[in-house]
């Protein structure tokens, strides 16, 4: 079974402050992806990688950083939280580079609340 | 700029009656169209996927969805609802990334 794994389900951070949020896949995959959950929007992609150390802006990458240092690894980071990034966070990863139609197997989402 | 609309925010539906949600797209190519389901507190779960060929496509779960290239439509369809189905459900398309409906939220009633 693919297996994409989120570092937390549950977290609380105060405003100002760095948050990683972690999520490793264990099926090689090369494309890996990092999307926000809110309610009436669905969706909406934050950034992607398609290989180690690279990466691309998806549709909403202020305020948001990524790394991806290792292929089965893809980090989110939050460099000064703020209340509007109070979300659900979802990883995803697939296979393939950059191809239209692969599957997207998606982790378990992070529930971020920052206060 | 391709886009997916789900038109129904809400669906209340009895346990053992069919079920339909609704999926409009917009994209100028031949779409990657997939229909997912996220349980409360989980993550998402691919029900089907459209590539090509027959445009009925059968899924997990028993669910089914249609492409009608002419309405610009994927609907999603289930004959007789369980009530494990009480789910929110997202219709999407694939470029080179997923865009996503804004969600359909089904209720199940005993």
């Known amino acids: 079974d693919v297996k994409v794994t989120q570092s937390s389900r549950y977290l609380v951070k105060r405003t100002g402050e760095k948050v990683f949020l972690e999520c490793v896949q264990d099926?090689?995959?090369?494309?890996m992806f990092w999307y926000r959950q809110d309610p009436g929007l669905g969706l909406r992609l934050i950034y992607f990688?398609?290989?180690?150390?690279?990466?691309e802006k998806g549709d909403i990458p202020e305020g948001y950083s990524v790394s991806r240092e290792k292929k089965e690894r893809f980090s989110l980071i939050l460099e000064s939280a703020s209340t509007n990034q109070t979300s659900m966070y979802l990883c995803?990863?697939?296979?393939?580079?950059?191809?239209?139609?692969?599957?997207?197997?998606f982790g378990p989402g992070t529930r971020l609340t920052v206060l | 700029a391709q886009s997916v609309t789900q038109p129904d925010i809400h669906i209340t539906v009895s346990e053992g009656a069919s079920l339909e949600l609704r999926c409009n797209y917009s994209?100028?190519?031949?779409?990657?169209l997939f229909w997912y389901v996220q349980s409360p507190g989980q993550g998402l779960q691919l029900l089907l996927k459209?590539?090509?060929?027959?445009?009925l496509v059968q899924g997990i779960k028993g669910f089914e969805a249609e492409f009608k290239r002419s309405q610009s439509s994927f609907n999603l369809r289930k004959p007789s609802v369980h009530w494990s189905d009480a789910a929110e459900y997202f219709c999407?398309?694939?470029?080179?990334?997923?865009?996503f409906g804004a969600g359909t939220t089904v209720t199940v009633r005993a």
């Open positions: 995803a990863s697939s296979s393939t580079s950059l191809s239209t139609y692969n599957e997207q197997f």
């Open positions: 099926m090689d995959h090369e494309n």
């Open positions: 990688s398609y290989d180690v150390k690279m990466k």
């Open positions: 994209y100028g190519a031949t779409p990657y």
């Open positions: 459209y590539f090509s060929g027959d445009t």
């Open positions: 999407a398309l694939n470029d080179y990334k997923l865009s």
